[in-house]
């Protein structure tokens, strides 16, 4: 089955984090990311630009409506995810607690839905 890894944190103590701690955070993104691709886990995964970059879209009374920039304050920002090909959710949940985002913020595990079979 196929789980997201949903990586959080704060956009603000990423943005002024060192050179230094970003650099070993990103020297522990790769490894991780090599983990995962060496066990035959790993299906995609990337980062995402800041909040700042997002644009949000509704339709309302039939109408398109954007929003530019973050819509909702919250304390922590989806960052970037991994899609995971694991057993069960167990092997799912031991993956998102190796991801290095879980040292900083929260890493939300979403089974993903397969409309090829039954449901």
Not at 9 to 31: F, I, L, V
Not at 48 to 55: E, G
Not at 78 to 95: R, T
Request: net charge negative; hydrophobic share 35%; with cysteine.
């Amino acid at each position: 089955m196929q789980y997201l890894l949903l990586i959080y944190g704060d956009e603000k103590a990423g943005a002024d984090m060192s050179k230094e701690a970003m650099d070993t955070m990103m020297t522990e993104y790769n490894g991780y990311t090599d983990d995962l691709g060496k066990s035959g886990a790993l299906r995609a995964g990337e980062a995402l630009y800041p909040t700042a970059a997002a644009t949000t879209v509704r339709v309302q009374n039939g109408k398109q409506v954007t929003t530019h920039g973050p819509f909702a304050e919250t304390k922590e920002q989806l960052g970037g995810f991994y899609l995971v090909e694991c057993k069960n959710l167990d092997e799912a949940i031991e993956w998102a607690a190796k991801c290095p985002g879980a040292q900083y913020g929260s890493i939300e595990v979403r089974p993903v839905v397969d409309f090829s079979q039954p449901q």
